[in-house]
């Protein structure tokens, strides 16, 4: 009994820094100090399993002066072809960064981009995510190159995450495609994993509703929530921690602790909108959403994709159907996929917006997992059907 009033006594002393403290509840729910790349140098990919000079890494300035670590992953063909050049290829003032690498992308017709929005803790070498990067590459090794970058706060970057500053991150990114790569809007994905997930789905909503809208290739999301708030209701750190789930069964108590949240990400509502807004355009190009979730997910539960998905399907359609009757026609349409999962599609005049629901890949594993780069290739075929036929 000591002991369980201790715990307990923690875990109130814990919910009062969450409540009182903002500068706390950053550091939770972001985790960007937790690096665990400790000894590492992240300015040297090859200590992560890439090829000599197959990486470039390099800093991306944002509208607030924050600097961004980027690493630009050059695809496996492309970096055999050029392999010489690349080794002689030095900089003399900084001879880790080249020039090359960044000609081989903005030069090549044909090269695709994936940017890519890691998820939550760590930084841009932690875990899975290299793997993940190769992946991604294998699915057409002669023409996807990524570009990974860490948030402010994270890694190397400079500043401390917010919800504002991580949009204003992911719209660097995306200018140093479009601007300083030169690749058009139809050659690049914009892939998302767990919190990357609710900053694409920002930057989606953000670009479909500007005057002149710019749509991208497609847009993959890996283990998405639908909202802060619905989250902290099922969410455990490491799939083990709690965070606000104790108190899920009181949901005014729950309410309470969330009037204190200083990050939304209303991705429910984000997706919604995007959809409105390509659902209305004049835009030629149909538009490519991709909600990819394992069911043995202990950190964000799969339920999360059921929502986005049902807000989606909902913001097509003038017929507004609760998440009951989403759910029910998915039984009668999705494709099997035995032991894999199944998938889910909606598609409109406009575009199409699919679910895959994976049997197995935990919450970062199935970054790396076949179907996912397959997405990707995808989505890169929506936006050219000839791509890689």
């Given at each position: 009994m000591p002991g369980l009033?201790?715990?307990?006594?923690?875990?109130?002393?814990?919910l009062g820094f969450l409540a009182g403290i903002p500068t706390f509840q950053t550091h939770v729910f972001y985790l960007h100090r937790i690096t665990l790349a400790w000894f590492r140098d992240l300015t040297v990919p090859e200590?992560?399993?890439?090829?000599?000079?197959?990486?470039?890494s390099f800093f991306i300035e944002t509208e607030g002066n924050e600097k961004l670590h980027a690493w630009h992953i050059l695809p496996l063909g492309v970096y055999r072809r050029h392999l010489s050049v690349l080794l002689l290829d030095k900089n003399e003032n900084d001879p880790k960064e080249s020039t090359t690498a960044l000609d081989l992308l903005k030069f090549d017709p044909e090269a695709r981009l994936v940017l890519y929005f890691h998820g939550t803790a760590g930084c841009l070498a932690l875990g899975w995510r290299p793997d993940s990067y190769r992946a991604i590459y294998a699915a057409a090794p002669d023409h996807i190159h990524v570009l990974s970058f860490d948030y402010r706060g994270y890694g190397l970057s400079s500043g401390t995450p917010s919800e504002e500053g991580l949009l204003q991150d992911g719209l660097?990114?995306?200018?140093?495609?479009?601007?300083?790569?030169?690749?058009p809007p139809c050659r690049i994905v914009i892939y998302g994993q767990s919190l990357g997930t609710a900053v694409a789905?920002?930057?989606?909503?953000?670009?479909?509703?500007?005057?002149e809208p710019i749509l991208f290739a497609g847009h993959v999301l890996t283990a998405s929530f639908s909202d802060v708030a619905t989250l902290t209701a099922t969410y455990r750190i490491g799939g083990i921690i709690p965070v606000l789930s104790p108190l899920a069964k009181v949901p005014p108590l729950l309410a309470f602790f969330n009037s204190f949240l200083t990050n939304t990400w209303l991705s429910k509502d984000r997706i919604a909108g995007f959809v409105r807004s390509m659902e209305t355009s004049s835009t030629s190009q149909p538009y490519y959403i991709n909600l990819i979730h394992a069911e043995d997910d202990s950190d964000i539960a799969c339920e999360h994709s059921d929502v986005l998905f049902w807000h989606a399907v909902n913001a097509s359609s003038s017929t507004e159907l609760a998440l009951e009757q989403v759910n029910q026609r998915k039984t009668l349409t999705c494709r099997d996929l035995g032991h894999g999962g199944w998938i889910a599609e909606h598609k409109t005049n406009h575009g199409l917006i699919r679910q895959t629901m994976l049997t197995y890949g935990v919450h970062d594993r199935l970054m790396s997992y076949s179907i996912t780069s397959l997405a990707i290739l995808e989505a890169f075929q929506n936006a050219d059907p000839e791509f890689m036929t």
């Open positions: 009033l201790l715990s307990g006594g923690v875990y109130l002393t814990l200590q992560f399993g890439f090829a000599p000079r197959q990486v470039n660097a990114a995306v200018q140093w495609a479009l601007e300083v790569a030169g690749i789905f920002a930057l989606m909503q953000h670009y479909a509703t500007l005057p």
